[in-house]
């Protein structure tokens, strides 16, 4: 079964500042991986998506990266703002017999003080 | 613009209850699927569906169902309401089976209580 870990749980930062999260997998046999957005109280948003077979994805101030083999990915935000705050989900999607179920973390919270 | 809602936003209701969640999509998407997100367990598969008439179990499916009868609305029914189910639900929906680009919608959530 599909372990999905990221670390750290909770991060606060202030403003400005270079940032990464973590996000490990147990299972080297995915389609993608995403970085997904959830702000209080709202659903999740997607930010990036990383095929399988591609390194690394940008948006703007993020960049996500995935070494497969390895099991990992790291989410990296450039120059923090406040609006940045919200909780940072990576979901794995398993290639086999459950077609695009995800397999989720548990998020890392993340507080971006001015 | 496409969307996916859930409706209602707030339940409380008491155990022992039937209850039903909607899920409505307007991407005229094939996948569907329901997960309950719960504090220190992240977000957890319930339900999900890769067409109309199609309905599988996800890893927490006890005390839920769902039927398929159109492509655009998933509900998600509690049959005797537990206060084990208290938690967030989210709706999602997804394109198709086999595109690696795929990417899940998610709906805004509904946040249920069993008293």
């Known amino acids: 079964k599909q372990e999905v870990t990221q670390i750290p749980a909770a991060l606060s930062v202030p403003e400005g500042e270079n940032l990464v999260l973590n996000c490990s997998f147990t299972d080297s046999a995915i389609y993608n991986l995403q970085w997904f957005r959830q702000d209080p109280g709202k659903g999740l948003t997607s930010l990036l998506l990383?095929?399988?077979?591609?390194r690394e994805q940008t948006s703007g101030r993020l960049n996500a990266s995935l070494d497969k083999s390895s099991g990992r990915s790291t989410l990296y935000i450039a120059a923090s703002q406040p609006g940045d705050s919200a909780t940072y989900l990576c979901a794995v999607m398993n290639r086999g017999s459950t077609l695009g179920r995800l397999y989720f973390g548990r998020g890392t919270q993340l507080t971006v003080w001015p | 613009d496409a969307e996916i809602t859930q409706s209602p936003r707030h339940k409380i209701t008491e155990t022992g209850r039937q209850v039903t969640l909607a899920c409505h999509q307007t991407?005229?998407?094939?996948?569907m699927f329901w997960y309950r997100q719960d504090l220190g367990h992240g977000l957890r598969l319930i339900h999900y569906?890769?067409?109309?008439?199609?309905?599988n179990k996800g890893e927490v499916s006890d005390g839920y169902s769902v039927s398929r009868s159109n492509t655009e609305d998933l509900p998600l029914t509690l049959e005797s309401a537990a206060s084990s189910q208290t938690s967030v639900y989210f709706c999602?929906?997804?394109?198709?089976?086999?595109?690696?680009?795929?990417?899940?919608?998610f709906g805004p959530g509904t946040r249920l209580t069993v008293l």
């Open positions: 990383i095929q399988s077979s591609q």
């Open positions: 569906s890769y067409g109309v008439h199609d309905t």
């Open positions: 999602a929906s997804s394109e198709t089976e086999r595109d690696v680009t795929d990417t899940q919608y």
């Open positions: 991407w005229n998407h094939n996948n």
